[in-house]
């Protein structure tokens, strides 16, 4: 299994809020910083978070990261259908000397 | 505008190699690095290695150290993995992608390509 987990799908209705929470450990994301990523059907992943907690240019302010301890956190605001995608977190393992990812989250805006 | 194209899917059987590339348009290529990852049938995404486009240095990780080979062509922009004895846990879609560096100086990637399906099968 993954160094990092995810939940493996989240819900909510269109216009609503959710977090997907990313949970690991001392060696990776309680001391580095935690990277989030947008794969919709039959695209390349996308970055949306960087640095825990700062967006690329063109990202809109409905997406945000955040970080206590041992578990990161990408939230996303007013839902849209187009937000249906896979959402995985990444960060540096300084026990690995690695990247790692979350097994990835899969929303439904249903 | 910045892209990474991949080549094509591949089918290859047990204990061959198989080399993937990626093309890159936009920005300098020499002034970033490419790395490598996969994701296999219902697993999470691996961190292969990666190479520094400019200069040629390659790292990878240590689950593929002697059946992965990691290199360019500056001249074309292009950056290819080439992973040897494949076995059928090889069967992954593989994802090159540009590495930027996040405040501690740790890869994060701000361009991916769009994957290239491996299948090994016999």
């Known amino acids: 299994q993954s160094v990092l987990t995810q939940p493996p799908s989240v819900s909510a209705a269109p216009g609503q809020k959710v977090a997907i929470s990313c949970s690991g450990s001392?060696?990776?994301?309680?001391?580095?910083?935690i990277s989030w990523y947008q794969r919709l059907p039959g695209a390349a992943p996308k970055l949306l978070i960087y640095?825990?907690?700062k967006r690329p240019s063109g990202i809109p302010d409905r997406f945000s990261g955040s970080k206590s301890g041992t578990s990161a956190t990408l939230g996303i605001t007013g839902l849209q259908t187009g937000d249906e995608a896979d959402y995985f977190c990444g960060v540096w393992d300084s026990s690995l000397s690695a990247v790692v990812f979350g097994g990835g989250t899969k929303l439904t805006v249903l | 505008q910045d892209q990474l194209v991949q080549s094509g899917a591949e089918v290859k059987k047990p204990g061959a190699s198989v080399k993937v590339s990626c093309k890159a348009f936009?920005?300098?290529?020499?002034?970033?690095?490419i790395h490598w990852m996969r994701q296999a049938p219902g697993q999470w995404l691996e961190w292969m290695g990666w190479?520094?486009?400019?200069?040629?240095?390659?790292r990878s990780s240590q689950k593929f150290q002697g059946r992965i080979t990691i290199s360019r062509d500056a001249s074309a922009s292009i950056a290819y993995v080439d992973l040897s004895s494949l076995r059928s846990e090889d069967t992954a879609v593989y994802y090159c992608?540009?590495?930027?560096?996040?405040?501690?100086?740790?890869?994060?990637?701000?361009?991916w390509g769009q994957g290239t399906l491996v299948t090994v099968s016999s």
């Open positions: 190479i520094n486009a400019g200069n040629g240095n390659t």
């Open positions: 640095d825990t907690n």
């Open positions: 001392s060696s990776n994301i309680e001391n580095n910083y």
């Open positions: 936009g920005s300098t290529f020499t002034s970033y690095a």
């Open positions: 992608a540009r590495g930027s560096y996040d405040s501690r100086g740790y890869p994060y990637f701000d361009y």
